[in-house]
Structure formats: structure tokens, C-alpha cells
């Protein structure tokens, strides 16, 4: 199962709605999580279940999805945003390529 | 607090072998498997395998499969991922990673090791 994630870079400004897709070559129910990196750090987990926020993180982070369509939704961009964030199945543990987040 | 400590950057010879380790802290190590993940410089995030805590099974990658070993000592909380015959392509920080789990699902690496840089080199 791969995973392709859309687009691959954006730039935004504080405030700005923003939303990142999951593809699945096949469909994997809701087996998806996202994460958030900053440089020089380690992914902090955001969503498990294509849904659920874990514990600590910020309600602006949601998701959706389910089968082989998946989104990340940022509703109002904050400065600590700014991260590469990917998508992960728990199928077979694979990560998307990520998608970088910028200032514009 | 739960948290993952690794041991320090290493550097190493093409043909070496690699040995990181991984403390858990907070919490029943037995109760989790751990993963670990690497990150090539400026690359994406890769899976190289997984290891239940409760009984040592093991998931590798099949990319890795034959150069990685992952081990437990459940008497220290210490995990433990071998590579063998190392490349310069293997240069890359190495994370551990707490699964999220119950025991029909699998959720997501809730909890990251701070990273270990290995640097094969000549």
C-alpha cells in the first residue's frame, strides 16, 4: 500500500485555513495518523483513527476520512504550524512523503 | 513523565555495525511494542520495524530484513535496534517510537525517542 500526499509544499499566512491530503493506493479503513515535524526534532503525533486528536493537541488540528481519502485540516494557521507534516498507515507502518509547510 | 531516551550519535565505518538504545520511562514497557524509524538527511520518514515488548515478536521491514536485529531487555525498559554491514546510505538520525495499540488495533507511534544520529563514513 503507498501513500501520496498533496501537495508535496504550500505557503500560507497566520490565520489561513489549510488542508493537506492522504491518498492510499488501496483502502485502509481508518488505519491513518498524521504527524507534525519541526526541524531537528521527532514527529510529535496529531490524529490517530483519521480522526481522533491525541491528548495535548490544539482543536484547530482535525481529521477526516476514511477508505483511501484522508485530510488533515489546520482551521486557523498559528506561527508554530510551521512544519512538515505526514500521514501514516498502520498497516504496514509506511509514512507519506510529507508536506511542507511555509511561510508565505 | 513517559518518555523515550536513546544513547548517543555514533559514527562508523562502512562494513561496521550499529548498536542504539532506547530507555522507557513512565509507564509498563511490557504493555507497548516499540517501532523504530529513520530520517535520511533532508528525507522523508522510514519504517524499519517493530517489536512487541510483551514477547520479543518482531515485524522487520523487508528492505532491512537480514541486516536488522531488534531486541528487549524488559529487566532495564531497554530497547534495543542492531544494523549490520553498514552503507553510507544508512547515515541518518534513527528514532524509537512508542505504538499505540490495543489488542485488536494498531493507532500510531504516540511516543518519539529524542533521535540517534549515525554517520557511516570512510
Known amino acids: 500500500i503507498q501513500l501520496t500526499q498533496s501537495p508535496s509544499s504550500l505557503s500560507a499566512s497566520v490565520g489561513d485555513r489549510v488542508t493537506i491530503t492522504c491518498r492510499a493506493s488501496q483502502g485502509i479503513s481508518s488505519y491513518l495518523a498524521w504527524y507534525q515535524q519541526k526541524p531537528g526534532k521527532a514527529p510529535k503525533l496529531l490524529i490517530y483513527a483519521a480522526s481522533t486528536l491525541q491528548s495535548g493537541v490544539p482543536s484547530r488540528f482535525s481529521g477526516s476520512g476514511s477508505g483511501t481519502d484522508f485530510t488533515l485540516t489546520i482551521s486557523s494557521l498559528q506561527p508554530e504550524d510551521f512544519a512538515t507534516y505526514y500521514c501514516q498507515q498502520l498497516n504496514s507502518y509506511l509514512f507519506g512523503p510529507g508536506t511542507k509547510v511555509d511561510i508565505k | 513523565q513517559v518518555q523515550l531516551v536513546q544513547s548517543g550519535a555514533e559514527v562508523k565505518k562502512p562494513g561496521a555495525s550499529v548498536k542504539v538504545s532506547c530507555k522507557a520511562s513512565?509507564?509498563?514497557?511490557?504493555?507497548?511494542?516499540i517501532s523504530w524509524v529513520r530520517q535520511a538527511p533532508g528525507q522523508g520518514l522510514e519504517w524499519m520495524g517493530w517489536i512487541s515488548a510483551y514477547n520479543g515478536n518482531t515485524n522487520y521491514a523487508q528492505k532491512l530484513q537480514g541486516r536488522v536485529t531488534m531486541t528487549t531487555d524488559t529487566s532495564t525498559s531497554t530497547a534495543y535496534m542492531e544494523l549490520r554491514s553498514l552503507r553510507s546510505d544508512d547515515t541518518a538520525v534513527y528514532y524509537c517510537?512508542?505504538?499505540?495499540?490495543?489488542?485488536?488495533?494498531?493507532?500510531?507511534?504516540?511516543?518519539w525517542g529524542q533521535g540517534t544520529m549515525v554517520t557511516v563514513s570512510s
Open positions: 517510537a512508542r505504538l499505540l495499540s490495543s489488542r485488536f488495533r494498531k493507532y500510531a507511534f504516540d511516543i
Open positions: 513512565g509507564y509498563t514497557f511490557t504493555s507497548y511494542g
